[in-house]
């Protein structure tokens, strides 16, 4: 199974149309802004983290530091 990327577009209809029957039009906006700040918040922190661990100088400096 190819995992998410194995949906394709008539899959992605009907998850939406299904989620516009369980929430309503209303709805949508709301749990659309949550989703994306979710996202947002998700690759902050995961840059974040591949940040700190591409630079062996940051790492040697942080080490020195807290001696």
Same mark, same amino acid.
């Given at each position: ?6 949906? *394709? $577009?008539? *899959? ?12 309503? %039009?209303?709805?949508? %906006?709301?749990? *659309?802004?949550? $989703? *994306? ?18 630079? %062996? ?11």
């Amino acid at each position: 199974m190819g995992g998410l990327g194995a949906i *394709g $577009v008539p *899959g992605l209809i009907i998850i939406l149309v299904i989620v516009l029957i369980v929430f309503g %039009p209303k709805k949508l %906006p709301e749990i *659309g802004g949550a $989703v *994306g700040k979710t996202f947002a918040e998700f690759k902050k922190s995961t840059k974040g983290l591949m940040d700190d661990d591409d630079d %062996p100088v940051k790492k040697v400096e942080k080490k020195s530091d807290a001696s």
